[in-house]
């Protein structure tokens, strides 16, 4: 019977494996490289996935990550109990983690639209079943390896192989797996990654392994199932999306940043942006004329106009009903988003082709970031943005956001930010008021009934006291001079409450819209 102390196929190297590599240990120490960047890939898949469903991506990748680490070092304090025939069981585990790791994304994907209540359960279950299998894997390789390493380099080569997976996976999973291949495709592919080192593995050690047919036969069976799952991989993505979204998809697109879908149904077209609604074609015009008209109107003769987010065009679309506007400058942080909807024939015909506009310059950048370099004025600013459903959303909403707008802001200038809905998310709202008004600016909140959304509240920003428009453009669909400023009447269940400035360095409002929202089910 063969044990980690006794060597059968595997002589001691004369150089006591101090000073020469032999094959077998590079070969080991190459999978401990495929079996780091694995690992690293389904904590970010479980993680990516979580803030899409469930919001608030620091809360989500905290609390992933810690659960990942934990099962990790179960796993470490199980290997003790593998004796003998370590190979075998190294290879079983890698068979383990490449199925439960590679189809995690597919699994995960079809639960929430399938069994939405279950995918907290199963996320944190898959998650904590991959950490301890990956847990496994390395002490394993290193008792493998210690049969012919001296324990010194033993230590420094699997950890820098380790290090070196990770950063690469790291690096490559924003950048080029999820908007090339998508979160279930690249699940898959590590998994097959995974499958590959088990039969690397079985090769390695075909003279230790006992019943090598067996084993040989489940490394077939897993790489069957996983090419298998590549292949269908876009209907397995399709399946869970036409389930989630219910209207047929007509166009899906992952970037590092979101996943964006439009679909097509009885309301005409419809974006989402991680699973939630940004607008729909049949009341889309309520919303963005309520958004843009009251400042433009206002002003009387805006030239120089500011668009933070709104990468669908839909405002800047508005703002250029105006003919005194000489510029736009559109600030969107994903280019997959500006790029759809500036080349798209479905989405252009919905914006009027407005990003093509020569007045338009569309600059793909954080917002934050643009309004700390950027040294412009303008006489409009349009604050876009989806609603603070995670801290690096939230942000945007805080009072050094609004203090960096005010210095961009031309003497009589406005500003108009979106502000979620008074109605269901009233704390929320007024928390915007208020941290608006703690930066000098006055605040001048206001509301209006867009079918898709329910209530919809705005702010206007300005040094200045706002006037009512006396002409808007003409061809309008919802607003007009005389229903204006109604929208500025707030009924007592929309009345202000106190609130607290949303600071960078408490982010309230990430809490309290998450609070409000939950209490609907949104």
């Known amino acids: 019977m063969t044990s980690s102390s006794d060597p059968v196929t595997i002589p001691e190297p004369e150089d006591s494996g101090a000073s020469r590599a032999r094959p077998i240990d590079v070969a080991l ?3 401990v490289f495929v079996i780091a960047a694995c690992g690293l890939l389904y904590e970010l898949a479980a993680g990516a996935l979580a803030s899409y469903v469930l919001g608030d991506s620091v809360l989500q990748f905290s609390t992933i990550i810690g659960t990942y680490l934990f099962a990790m070092g179960v796993g470490s304090w199980l290997s003790r109990y593998f004796e003998r025939q370590l190979p075998a069981h190294f290879l079983r585990i890698e068979l383990m983690v490449a199925l439960v790791g590679g189809a995690l994304p597919a699994t995960l994907f079809l639960a929430n639209a399938y069994v939405p209540g279950a995918f ?15 847990g496994l894997e390395i ?10 390493v001296q324990l010194k380099d033993l230590v420094s080569q699997v950890l820098t192989f380790d290090y070196l997976g990770a950063l690469a996976v790291s690096l490559a999973f924003p950048l080029l797996l999820v908007p090339q291949l998508g979160l279930v495709r690249t699940g898959l592919l590590f998994g097959f990654m995974n499958a590959a080192v088990a039969v690397w593995a079985l090769w390695l050690f075909r003279k230790e392994l006992r019943r090598f047919r067996a084993h040989a036969m489940a490394c077939a069976l897993v790489l069957a199932a996983l090419l298998a799952g590549l292949i269908g991989a876009d209907h397995i993505t399709k399946f869970a999306e036409d389930k989630f979204y219910q209207d047929r ?3 899906s697109s992952a970037s590092p940043y979101q996943r964006i879908v439009v679909t097509h149904g009885k309301p005409g077209y419809r974006l989402y942006l991680n699973g ?3 607008f729909a074609e049949r009341d889309e015009y309520r919303y963005h004329e309520a958004l843009v008209h009251p400042v433009m109107a206002a002003h009387l003769a805006p030239k120089r106009v500011a668009v933070l987010g709104g990468g669908d065009g839909m405002a800047v679309r508005e703002v250029l009903k105006y003919p005194s506007v000489e510029s736009v400058t559109l600030v969107e942080l994903d280019p997959a988003m500006t790029d759809l909807f500036s080349k798209h024939p479905m989405l252009t015909k919905l914006n009027q082709h407005a990003l093509e506009d020569p007045r338009v310059k569309t600059i793909n950048t954080d917002a934050f970031q643009w309004l700390q370099a950027d040294t412009d004025t303008f006489d409009v600013i349009i604050v876009d943005f989806p609603d603070p459903t995670n801290f690096a959303i939230g942000k945007l909403f805080t009072n050094s956001f609004y203090a960096l707008l005010e210095q961009r802001l031309a003497a009589s200038g406005y500003a108009v930010i979106q502000t979620t809905s008074p109605l269901i998310a009233r704390r929320s709202f007024w928390t ?3 941290t608006i008004e703690s930066v000098g600016l006055r605040a001048l909140p206001y509301h209006a009934h867009v079918p898709s959304f329910g209530e919809w509240g705005f702010v206007i920003a300005s040094r200045r ?4 428009p006396e002409k808007l453009p003409e061809g309008l669909r919802f607003l007009s001079v005389e229903t204006t400023p109604l929208m500025f009447d707030f009924p007592l269940d929309m009345a202000r409450v106190p609130a607290q400035v949303n600071r960078l360095s408490n982010q309230v409002l990430v809490h309290t819209y998450e609070e409000e929202w939950g209490q609907v089910g949104h």
């Open 139 to 148: 002490p394993l390789v290193m008792r493998i390896l210690k049969r012919n």
């Open 120 to 134: 907290r359960v199963l996320l944190y279950g898959m998650v904590m079943l991959v950490g301890t299998l990956v």
């Open 465 to 468: 006291p706002w006037r009512i």
């Open 276 to 278: 939630n609604l940004q």
């Open 432 to 434: 915007v008021v208020e």
């Open 29 to 31: 120490l190459a999978s």
């Open 249 to 251: 998809i007509v166009l």
